[in-house]
């Protein structure tokens, strides 16, 4: 098929360097499908049969240079050295898998057949090759026409595709949600019939394919339909995957608890912003299956036994987790439990407002929120008017040890009375509070 697809001038003036030594040189993948959808929102990856060391004779005494990077995959980085531009070139191949869906192929042959290649790509919308010189795209199968229906099925049979590598499985779900496409059937079926494959990949693959479709929105700016980050999740709710996915988490479930797991609706994290995605994926698992918002569930959903993010995230997302689940559980019954929270919980009040919100919850504590800025309530001890300074200053004999609790205790009566905010007040306070507690 003849078309006109814009590439780089530098990239023109690689193909050229590579025709002189009688090589083709394509773009692969996803440039060329998004290409055909309207738009060009995403990296080049170029191929061709020329193997790594050939490539290195290509490029000798021109303006581009090579680095390896896998010489199992034939996978190196092309950088033109005077535009500061990368592009990633792999050699043709063909590949062998153990049984069971490793994501990583045993062996590897380079070979000079395209369509060879072609064979080992997991779907047809990505196994396009665009010849940059002739300006010509060769599909061999039909992901042209895959494009057209929005559509996503797999180049060979799925059976084929899949158990080859079990995280094709997660890119599927992943690669719909990202493009708004629908699932053919056939591969649909035959991922749920070989989701157990996903149990043969690590943890640290499923990182990136989960927090990818909950923000999947996000990934092509041509592309932003209503919902689009909870597709993803929705499909490994159909395909049963969780337990593959957050296997520690799972085994922490009750028969009932893994039955309510496949069929979680995502109500908040369909209509939540990019700031509170991961907030709202854990919000519904846990309401969804009447669990509390404690630090080990929320561990095991978001930590290195699940999503795999890193203990300062965990930390904070729980704590944010907590906090709303306080307010949608009504434990805050009184305004000064109200003001006391809201002190407690100062630095989370963007995130945590934004999640009430979403959930329609929480007004009285809005309010409350407003009215203490109103009346210019501290809500941390750099917003005190006095510090550790001013209590050694005028109570010396008081340990220092002792100054974060004054200073805390402090603060929360501030929190009922705004207007004891007054450094002279409060130093006259500090004393009768230090003879309580010595």
Avoid at 28 to 52: H, K, M, Q
Wanted: glycine fraction near 4%; include cysteine.
């Amino acid at each position: 098929m003849k078309k006109n697809i814009e590439v780089e001038e530098s990239l023109v003036q690689l193909a050229k360097i590579f025709a002189k030594h009688n090589k083709t040189l394509y773009i692969v993948g996803g440039y060329v499908r998004n290409a055909l959808l309207g738009f060009c929102e995403t990296d080049i990856d170029i191929c061709s049969s020329a193997t790594p060391d050939e490539v290195s004779n290509i490029l000798a005494n021109t303006e581009f240079n090579c680095k390896l990077i896998n010489s199992k995959l034939g996978t190196l980085h092309i950088l033109s050295l005077d535009k500061n531009i990368e592009y990633e070139h792999t050699t043709f191949r063909a590949e062998q898998y153990d049984n069971g869906g490793m994501h990583s192929p045993n062996e590897v042959c380079f070979v000079q057949d395209i369509k060879q290649d072609a064979s080992r790509r997991d779907f047809s919308v990505n196994a396009l090759y665009y010849d940059i010189l002739a300006g010509e795209i060769l599909d061999f199968y039909d992901g042209i026409e895959c494009i057209r229906h929005h559509l996503l099925d797999t180049v060979e049979t799925p059976e084929y595709v899949f158990n080859r590598d079990g995280l094709r499985i997660l890119r599927m779900a992943r690669i719909a949600s990202e493009l708004d496409f629908e699932i053919d059937d056939d591969t649909f079926k035959t991922a749920q019939k070989l989701v157990s494959r996903l149990a043969d990949i690590s943890q640290e693959r499923f990182n990136k394919e989960i927090v990818a479709m909950l923000f999947a929105d996000n990934k092509y700016r041509a592309i932003a339909n209503f919902g689009m980050q909870s597709r993803g999740v929705k499909i490994l709710c159909e395909l049963k995957a969780w337990q593959y996915v957050l296997t520690d988490f799972w085994n922490t479930l009750s028969i009932e608890q893994r039955q309510k797991m496949d069929t979680i609706s995502w109500d908040l994290l369909e209509i939540s912003p990019p700031a509170s995605r991961i907030s709202c994926f854990v919000i519904d698992i846990l309401t969804a299956l009447g669990l509390e918002p404690s630090l080990e569930n929320i561990d095991l959903i978001l930590g290195v036994r699940g999503v795999m993010l890193n203990k300062h995230e965990v930390a904070k997302q729980s704590k944010l987790i907590q906090a709303f689940f306080k307010i949608k559980h009504n434990t805050l019954t009184t305004d000064k439990l109200i003001r006391l929270f809201l002190q407690a919980n100062n630095e989370w009040h963007t995130e945590l407002f934004g999640l009430i919100k979403l959930a329609g919850i929480g007004a009285s504590v809005i309010k409350t929120y407003d009215l203490m800025k109103l009346d210019n309530t501290p809500m941390n001890l750099r917003e005190l008017a006095i510090n550790g300074n001013d209590i050694n200053e005028y109570y010396p004999e008081i340990e220092h040890k002792l100054y974060s609790q004054l200073l805390a205790t402090l603060l929360s009566y501030c929190a009922i009375l705004p207007e004891m905010n007054d450094r002279g007040k409060l130093l006259d306070e500090v004393y009768n509070i230090y003879s309580r507690i010595r």
